[in-house]
């Protein structure tokens, strides 16, 4: 199974495509693990993966 590192910034007008390289923080929860990536338009998009 091939693990989907992608999203897409939230910020406004950008919708850059965001991959592993904008990784920055991994967290894991209860709820799944949590991903913080951060746009070169400063923006940080959450996402989470159950
Ligand atoms: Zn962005």
Redesign the pocket.
């Known amino acids: 199974m091939m693990e989907d590192l992608r999203c897409a910034?939230d910020?406004r007008g950008?919708g850059?495509t965001l991959g592993e390289d904008d990784l920055m923080l991994r967290m894991t929860t209860d709820a799944g693990e949590r991903r913080a990536y951060e746009?070169?338009?400063g923006?940080v998009t959450v996402t989470v993966v159950r």
């Open positions: 910034c910020a950008c850059r746009c070169p338009c923006a």
